[in-house]
């Protein structure tokens, strides 16, 4: 990894790339940048693959593609079991990630696909494979818990949080870096970063869906957001922008350990809330 000292023009040569990978040099207006060939993308390609084989494994046994994880239900999330066992199952850690790994259906799972093979290949190109697996799970993580937080009763699964986390880690990773890249190609990354977390907004005060884990999707948003603010590195550095870096990491820890204290310690939590803003 190379650092650019401040006196060298911060757009004479940007390395985005952290890890010791094969790449590619394309031109971007003028500006060399040295990016990972989408074939080289493999965490994006990996968690792929494994939700479509554990979909379509269990719609060949059920014979169906309405139903994506009726075999599978042990990946689900869920912090207690059904009336009357109402027995906690914080001990089943494995469910604050695996709920990643199935969908309920064909669209859901299509979706997903989409929006996770975009937002992962900006990723992983410019912060590696590593940083992109922790994206992912720190989505997945902190998405998982801020539904047990609300309620919990609910029972999660898909990957929109996990990818969620990707969006965010997209705009955190371009954010302090606007004195170092091309004016429009810093733009644009923006945009994608902003445009999901947009989208699911807009979704939510206009076509509001109970089945939809609204709160799973921003936490999973601003976990991969803040933690990319800290974990990316930026061309120019100046001293407020290591004080963000800091403050973004420190917000995290904050955040995902009042989830993990509330998660732990309120077993048998009996405030049930929801996601509905009140209405006059």
Known sequence: EIDLPEQLSPMRRVRVTQESEEIDTVSVSNEEFEIVSVKRIYITYSFLWVIWIIFLVNCGINGSFNNGYEHFKILLFKAITEYPQCKPLQKEWWRLFTNMLIHSDMKHIALNTVFIFMNGYVVESIAGHTKTGIYILSGAFGGTLGLAYINRYKTALGAS????GLGGAVLGSYLLNYDGYDKIF????????????????????YDYEDSIGYIGHWIGYLNGFLLSLYLS?????KKWKTAIKQTGFSLFIALNAFLVCDYLFNTYKTNVMN?????S
């Open 186 to 205: 810093y733009r644009i990354h923006c945009v994608v970063g902003c445009f999901y977390i947009a989208s699911d907004l807009i979704s939510y005060v």
């Open 161 to 164: 949080h996990a990818g969620m």
């Open 233 to 237: 590195q930026t061309v120019v550095k």
């Open 275 to 279: 996601d509905i803003l009140p209405t």
